[in-house]
Structure formats: C-alpha cells, structure tokens
C-alpha cells in the first residue's frame, strides 16, 4: 500500500514516541499526542471539562502553536521521519531508537514551556481532570515519570524492571510490517498487553494509588487516531 509523505511522517512519529520517555507523558503521534495541549484541544475532553466558545478557540490556537513548535524542533533535529519509515524492519528499528533519544528532549522541553499556557486558559481542577485522563492514556511510561514514579513510590528494581518491560515491547513495535492502519492497530494492542504486565510488577498499595492518580474513569478510545480536532 503506497503512504502519502505526511502520513509515512506521523507513522514514523507514533512509533517514535511509543518508545520516548518524557516528563508528561509526550507518547507522541506527532501532534497527535497524550501531552496535556493536545489533549486540551480533542473535542471529547473538552466536552468532558466543559469548555466551550473563547476558551475552545484558545486552546485549539496553543495546541496549534505546540504542533508548530515540535515540527520545528523536531525539523531542527535533522530527522527525517519519511525515509526511516520506508526503511526495512531492522533498519527502521536502530533508527527509530536514535531519533527517540534525541525527541525525548524536545518533548520535555516544549511539555514545560506549554503547561504555563494552558494554567492561563483552564482552572486547577481541568488541569487536574487532563492529568487524570493523560495518565489513564499513556500507560507505563509516565509511571516511569519522576513525578508519578514519586507519587507510586517505585523502586530502583521496579524501575528496571518497567523499563526492561517498555523497551521490550517497543522493539517489537519497530519490527512491525503492514500498512499504517494495521501497524496502528498492532500498535495498540500491544501496548495495552505491555501495560498489563507492568501492573502485575506493581504492589497492592501502588496498584491502588495508581487508581487514585487516574481519577474516575475516561473513554480514552475516544483519543484515537482521526478524532481530534484538526487532527491534533
């Protein structure tokens, strides 16, 4: 099935960020992420939270900056996601990993400079409410998170051990073949059996903190591919 550049470049993005630890969360499908801007700008959250008029337009005009900013960044960067994509499997596995280190800074970056942006726009508890729903969506890695990692009281093994666990499941996730809606798809699936796994490395008292830290439940499907605004 031929990809049109565009699409070749967020594939290569979604499977980039399944494999990038960042400050918040930034499991990145380019734009397209769990951060908490682009959260702020999926119409299903902001129906959650009650957004509406001036303030959906300035939320979706952040989330528009950050997506600008990260193409930049990431343009600076000198990757070029389109020509990793149509590599080979393996290939596209050691590059893929490459340009994961070196995004994961970026991430982190713009997660810090964009949070004071959205504290302007939203209250304490829609802030409070996007974290919930951040965490329900981004498994694992934001468990590794210094704050979360704080919040859960992981241990240096656990730490190791949920790291080993991503790191495992990542590679097989730059493995996969198929066109970009059955890597998606296998994408998700595999993700949701990794995050699995780690529960069962996390205590009683962490498994019910983590229930806490994820507040009442969210449809996190809502999220997927194709559902937020302008594809953000």
């Known amino acids: 099935m031929t990809t049109t550049p565009v699409i070749r470049w967020a594939w290569a993005l979604i499977v980039v960020a399944s494999i990038s630890q960042t400050a918040s969360a930034q499991r990145s499908f380019g734009s397209r992420t769990n951060s908490l801007t682009s959260l702020a700008a999926t119409e299903s959250v902001q129906k959650h939270l009650g957004i509406t008029g001036e303030t959906v337009s300035r939320l979706n005009s952040i989330s528009d900056e950050y997506r600008a900013a990260q193409q930049k960044e990431f343009t600076a960067l000198g990757i070029d996601y389109s020509a990793i994509s149509d590599l080979p499997a393996a290939e596209r596995a050691v590059e893929m990993r490459k340009a994961a280190e070196k995004s ?26 996007l974290r919930q729903i951040q965490l329900q969506a981004s498994g694992i890695d934001i468990w590794m998170e210094p704050e979360t990692s704080t919040e859960l009281d992981l241990t240096k093994d656990q730490h190791a051990k949920l790291t080993e666990l991503r790191n495992d499941y990542s590679r097989r996730q730059l493995q996969l073949d198929g066109d970009f809606q059955q890597r998606f798809a296998k994408i998700r699936e595999l993700n949701a059996e990794r995050d699995a796994k780690g529960l069962e490395l996390l205590t009683a008292a962490q498994k019910s903190k983590l ?22």
Do not use: H, M, Y
């Open 104 to 129: 994961t800074d970026v991430n982190r970056k713009l997660a810090g400079g964009f949070l004071p942006k959205l504290q302007e726009v939203l209250t304490p508890d829609q802030i409070l409410r």
């Open 211 to 232: 229930e806490e830290l994820k507040g009442a439940p969210f449809d996190v499907s809502q999220l997927g591919f194709g559902r937020r605004r302008g594809n953000n």
